[in-house]
């Protein structure tokens, strides 16, 4: 049985999906580990899988809907250097640039490529807000859990809203410089919120 090209496709992508969902999640709670907090990892999984895979699948939504191939591609290198950040600074300082949406189109507008851009920073403020919300009726180790998948989307959005290449803030910052203020804003409001609460 011969494979096409759009099969492999979707199988290298998924590969490449469950790989860096593994390699951020052991990144990010490799602080919790060498803290003996391994009741809080089951969290940072959550979190990888909502601020990190959502993040790309929106991408890849908005760029299909435009009738344009996109697929998600990972960055070894990038990889890499997550767990190297995590192990050396104890996991206190996180490397958060595991791969990304690519396009395979020859042309496009660059409405179009902002509005990609946009999608994957937006996916991560919404979800951060929303945690936030839900932070208010809760305590105990629900507490844990939602403080920790809200602070890891705010980081997500803030790291991928600098102005900064391959960064999705280099993309909206292009298009708009008005449209990356009010994303940027509205990342380091959300992150100074966690990081202070």
């Given at each position: 049985m011969y494979?096409?090209?759009?099969?492999?496709?979707?199988?290298?992508?998924?590969?490449?999906?469950?790989?860096?969902?593994?390699?951020?999640?052991?990144?990010?709670?490799?602080?919790?580990i060498i803290?003996?907090?391994?009741?809080?990892?089951?969290?940072?999984?959550?979190?990888?899988?909502?601020?990190?895979?959502?993040?790309?699948?929106?991408?890849?939504?908005?760029?299909?809907?435009?009738?344009?191939?996109?697929?998600?591609?990972?960055?070894?290198?990038?990889?890499?250097?997550?767990?190297?950040?995590?192990?050396?600074?104890?996991?206190?300082?996180?490397?958060?640039?595991?791969?990304?949406?690519?396009?395979?189109?020859?042309?496009?507008?660059?409405?179009?490529?902002?509005?990609?851009?946009?999608?994957?920073?937006?996916?991560?403020?919404?979800?951060?807000?929303?945690?936030?919300?839900?932070?208010?009726?809760?305590?105990?180790?629900?507490?844990?859990?939602i403080r920790?998948?809200?602070?890891?989307?705010?980081?997500?959005?803030?790291?991928?809203?600098?102005?900064?290449?391959?960064?999705?803030?280099?993309?909206?910052?292009?298009?708009?410089?008005?449209?990356?203020?009010?994303?940027?804003?509205?990342?380091?409001?959300?992150?100074?919120?966690?990081?202070?609460?």
């Amino acid at each position: 049985m011969y494979w096409s090209y759009r099969q492999y496709s979707r199988v290298r992508e998924l590969l490449d999906f469950i790989i860096s969902i593994l390699v951020l999640s052991f990144a990010f709670s490799y602080r919790y580990i060498i803290q003996n907090q391994f009741n809080l990892i089951p969290a940072v999984i959550i979190a990888i899988v909502t601020s990190f895979a959502l993040h790309e699948l929106a991408h890849r939504s908005i760029a299909r809907a435009n009738g344009i191939y996109a697929r998600y591609k990972a960055w070894y290198l990038g990889l890499l250097l997550a767990l190297i950040f995590a192990i050396a600074t104890q996991g206190r300082f996180l490397f958060a640039a595991p791969g990304a949406v690519v396009i395979y189109s020859t042309w496009y507008m660059p409405e179009i490529e902002a509005l990609i851009a946009l999608a994957g920073p937006v996916t991560n403020i919404i979800i951060g807000f929303v945690c936030l919300v839900l932070l208010i009726p809760t305590h105990g180790i629900v507490y844990q859990y939602i403080r920790i998948i809200g602070s890891i989307n705010a980081f997500i959005a803030l790291f991928n809203s600098l102005p900064l290449p391959p960064l999705d803030g280099y993309r909206v910052f292009k298009s708009s410089i008005v449209r990356w203020v009010i994303i940027f804003l509205f990342s380091i409001f959300l992150w100074i919120i966690y990081w202070f609460s």
